[in-house]
């Protein structure tokens, strides 16, 4: 039972063009959602974060809207650079903290010159 | 530089051997996790432990042990009987069990030989 789906486990961007990344979710216990970036080789690093009770999280080039209607959050790039090249993990907890924490299967963004 | 060291980068198993993970941490964090990461599949959980001397089983604890005799470090040993220990083995800390922000090392990949 995947909880927290991101269906798109590939997307190619022009650079200095948003990237828009999705993310769906099955349980509506969960008020806390986060993004996470990876590289290959080395551990997801933390990207940005957005409680239940706000539907947009903003920081620099990175926001994240939350649609709780929709079980549906997204993460937004702009402008895309080069270096965002990465995977890129959502994940969702419920009440209980990071243990509890249930992540997407990730989707590989890559940024084009 | 605080942060979370795993080692070895890349570990082979044979059949039947037991292996063991280290993950240090000198962030002073209270929670350390691990985490198996599976190709097109998010992270799953697989023990956690909130302070010093307790841990707990995550999501697929099965084939797997951990000890918590320091507050740094965190190993992890994979099993014969852990019958799939190909993977991306991944370590996190955060400073309280409850805090979903997770710092991760940069992993171990596993093979079985």
């Known amino acids: 039972d995947q909880q927290v789906k991101q269906n798109s486990p590939s997307l190619s961007v022009q650079e200095g063009r948003i990237s828009i990344l999705n993310c769906d979710y099955t349980n509506s216990m969960f008020d806390y959602f986060l993004w996470y970036k990876k590289y290959p080789a080395e551990g997801p690093t933390f990207l940005i974060s957005i409680s239940s009770i706000k539907d947009k999280n903003e920081d620099g080039r990175f926001t994240v809207f939350l649609n709780k209607s929709a079980k549906h959050l997204s993460l937004h790039i702009v402008p895309s650079q080069p270096g965002d090249s990465a995977v890129y993990f959502c994940a969702a907890s419920a009440f209980e903290g990071a243990q509890k924490l249930v992540f997407g299967q990730g989707t590989r963004l890559t940024i084009n010159p | 530089d605080g942060g979370i060291t795993q080692s070895p980068k890349y570990l082979f198993r044979k059949e039947g051997q037991n292996v063991t993970l280290s993950c240090e941490q000198n962030?002073?964090?209270?929670?350390m996790y691990w985490y198996r990461q599976d190709p097109g599949q998010g992270l799953r959980l697989i023990y956690y432990?909130?302070?010093?001397?307790?841990?707990q089983k995550g999501d697929i604890a099965e084939g797997y042990s951990v000890s918590r005799e320091k507050k740094e470090s965190f190993p992890l040993t994979v099993t014969s009987a852990q019958k799939n220990p190909t993977a991306f083995y991944l370590c996190?800390?955060?400073?309280?069990?409850?805090?979903?922000?997770?710092?991760f090392g940069s992993g171990t990949q596993l093979s079985v030989l």
């Open positions: 432990s909130q302070i010093v001397n307790d841990f």
């Open positions: 996190a800390s955060s400073i309280l069990l409850g805090s979903e922000k997770l710092f």
């Open positions: 962030l002073n964090h209270d929670a």
